[in-house]
């Protein structure tokens, strides 16, 4: 029997166990969709758009690359991206337009787990390019 077979057969079911067990565990992180609609004065004007996301407000350390979102009858945009199951987000949207450039960032929505949220966690007051509009059910 040569040094491979031997080392196949001697490692073969603990190698198993830790791929069966990396498989279960990684099962077990679960995500939710959250679904973004807004509306924007010229989306024609924008190129693609960057989903800002965070667990506290106004500190947002994941950015959701995105570009062609759907438009509905009215002009509402609308996409959707995964957060983690079981944390408060706080989100807010920014536009790029063709050449690179960016807007400021838009109001920012609270979205917790069991689907509450959709309050503007920041004054109301117009953002730069983008208003986030909260989805209906």
């Known amino acids: 029997m040569n040094l491979r077979r031997r080392c196949f057969d001697r490692f073969r079911l603990p190698g198993l166990i830790a791929l069966g067990l990396v498989t279960i565990c990684a099962g077990t992180a679960s995500a939710r969709t959250e679904v973004l609609r807004w509306t924007h004065p010229d989306s024609n004007a924008v190129a693609s758009w960057e989903a800002h996301v965070g667990t506290s407000s106004g500190s947002y350390d994941r950015i959701v690359p995105f570009s062609n979102p759907q438009v509905d009858s009215d002009g509402v945009l609308e996409m959707s991206i995964e957060v983690d199951d079981d944390e408060v987000v706080y989100i807010t949207l920014r536009a790029i337009g063709s050449a690179g450039e960016r807007?400021?960032?838009?109001?920012?929505?609270?979205?917790?787990?069991?689907?509450?949220?959709?309050?503007?966690?920041?004054?109301?007051?117009?953002?730069?390019?983008?208003?986030?509009?909260?989805?209906t059910p």
């Open 103 to 135: 807007s400021g960032l838009s109001n920012e929505r609270e979205r917790s787990p069991d689907g509450g949220g959709g309050v503007p966690t920041t004054p109301p007051t117009p953002p730069v390019l983008i208003q986030v509009v909260p989805a």
